[in-house]
């Protein structure tokens, strides 16, 4: 078992920067290919940005691509999702997520593809 405990989120202006730290505790976050997921208001939940389990491969959606990224430091057991050029429709629930079945490369983008999940934290961006 992981669990995963997200930070960082909160009220922004359109244009500003948060970054997003994702905390496992349990088991080392080594084995874990990384992603990052996020619902808004009557939506479904949708894929925003995956890194595999060595950190070297990274693979975003169009939305936030250019405008997010994602790093990892296994020795802090940490996930961060740094977010620039912040827009209203990025307001979501940020959820980070692990997957215990990928190889050292894969990048998963599927909510299935996950076994573990953090409760979220709230990114608000105002026009």
């Known amino acids: 078992q992981v669990q995963l405990v997200e930070s960082g989120g909160g009220l922004v202006q359109a244009g500003g920067s948060l970054r997003l730290s994702c905390a496992a505790s349990g088991r080392t976050l080594r084995s874990f290919a990384m992603g990052w997921f996020r619902q808004a208001p009557g939506k479904e939940r949708e894929f925003v940005a995956t890194i595999s389990r060595g950190g070297y491969t990274t693979y975003y959606s169009d939305p936030v691509k250019g405008r997010f990224s994602m790093s990892r430091d296994n020795t802090k057991n940490t996930v961060y999702l740094q977010m620039n050029s912040l827009k209203p429709e990025d307001t979501a629930v940020y959820y980070c997520?692990?997957?215990?079945?990928?190889?050292?490369?894969?990048?998963?983008?599927?909510?299935?593809?996950?076994?573990?999940w953090g409760q979220g934290t709230q990114v608000t961006v105002s026009s």
């Open positions: 997520a692990a997957d215990q079945r990928s190889d050292y490369t894969s990048i998963p983008i599927y909510s299935k593809d996950y076994d573990y």
